[in-house]
């Protein structure tokens, strides 16, 4: 859980200006790609983040955790499911 409120506020604002670093950059930078444009993805997707200091077990749990939201998001909007807002 991210203890500091006014930076979770930036990253909720605009996460390329909230001063994260390069290493947290690439990982929401993978995220949205893989989110958002799925198809468009590419080995040079994974050697950014290996560039930037992840493990090939870390990108892994990466891509699962962020494939996971997105399944589980479809199921629900599938059911017409309400999700609590937290």
């Not at 994260?20 to 690439?26: M, N, P, V």
């Not at 995220?31 to 050697?47: C, G, Y």
């Amino acid at each position: 859980m991210l203890d500091d409120d006014a930076l979770a506020e930036r990253i909720e604002q605009d996460f390329e200006n909230a001063g994260l670093d390069a290493r947290r950059l690439a990982m929401l930078h993978y995220a949205i790609k893989l989110t958002e444009t799925p198809a468009q993805m590419q080995r040079s997707d994974v050697h950014d983040l290996r560039t930037a200091g992840f493990t090939d077990s870390d990108i892994l749990e990466l891509c699962e955790v962020v494939a996971y939201y997105a399944y589980a998001n479809r199921i629900a909007d599938g059911l017409g499911i309400t999700l609590e807002h937290e």
